[in-house]
């Protein structure tokens, strides 16, 4: 059995709306929602949107009971807001985009999320990067020696940035 999911709830007006992050990416219990935006039939708001946009998952509630239920997307969210449109759902996207989101992400950072600095060794000289997102980062300021480095007859039998060894 997958592992299950401990959601974080949200409290809109008198509605729940519970929510966990899968893959890093924001998923939303598709009942609660609908019951949000008062659709008439709150358990065939899934076969209003995209399959990609659904899933299945089991979530975890703090008394300890493990209930599947059906999720939702970020993007689903905001079709089924404009699948079923009302004065009131602009105020209700806002609201998503503002605070639930970004909330779901804070949550659930991982603390090497953030940009790490460090130094990399090209062409007998030492160069500041930054490391974030998987990637290297090389500052502006760095750009031009980093190049230079790279037009010197002596140093083009090296490894390149242009070109992998």
Known sequence: MHDAYTPIVFQ????QLRAVMIDNQP???AFD?????AAARPYR???RIYPHQRRYAVLQHHSGRCEELELVNEAGLYRALYRFGHPEHCALSQW???E???TLHDHHRTPDASPQRAFMSWAEQR???VKWQGEIWIARKDLPRFMLANEDRALSERPSWRQLP
Do not use: N, Y
């Not at 929602?33 to 935006?37: G, P, T, Y």
């Open 12 to 15: 809109r007006h008198c509605h």
């Open 100 to 102: 639930v989101v970004p």
């Open 127 to 129: 160069i500041g990067v």
């Open 96 to 98: 998503l985009s503002d």
């Open 27 to 29: 998923w939303f219990v």
């Open 45 to 47: 708001l899934t076969k």
């Open 33 to 37: 929602f609908a019951l949000m935006i």
